[in-house]
């Protein structure tokens, strides 16, 4: 493991700026986001032939979430092997059981729980949580 100081200015990230998924249907990935968790469109794009092929939603009035059409069925990463693991959704701690019920009305299972956040699968098979970190249920 290297030591690093502090970046020399410019070579610093500031923040997220988007979050990607690869979908095989746009549409009920689109419908799924949109519905469960209240995300609005910020931009569709289309590719060369006109068809949907990305929409963006916005997670915040700065960080989006893109759903990008996947071209090809794939190999799907193992549960534990390495990769990226799961995109976390900023809750209120007040709010965990508000969004168990919604979950379950929706019938989106939870696959999983911490004394921080409440784990469920998108359409996709894609790793979701709901997070109030640092505040314990």
């Known amino acids: 493991m290297t030591r690093a100081g502090p970046a020399p200015a410019g070579r610093r990230v500031r923040g997220v700026h988007h979050l990607a998924v690869l979908v095989r249907d746009l549409g009920r ?4 986001y949109r519905r469960l968790f209240g995300l609005r469109v910020v931009k569709r794009w289309q590719d060369e032939r006109g068809r949907p092929r990305s929409v963006w939603l916005a997670l915040d009035d700065r960080v989006f979430f893109a759903l990008e059409r996947a071209e090809r069925p794939g190999p799907r990463r193992a549960p534990l092997a390495p990769g990226w693991h799961c995109v976390a959704l900023a809750i209120g701690r007040r709010e965990r059981e ?36 640092p505040e314990p249920a």
């Open 98 to 133: 508000l969004w168990r019920r919604r979950l379950a009305r929706a019938r989106v299972e939870v696959e999983r729980e911490t004394a921080y956040t409440l784990f469920v699968r998108d359409p996709d098979g894609n790793l979701l949580g709901l997070s109030h970190y």
């Open 29 to 32: 990935a689109e419908r799924f």
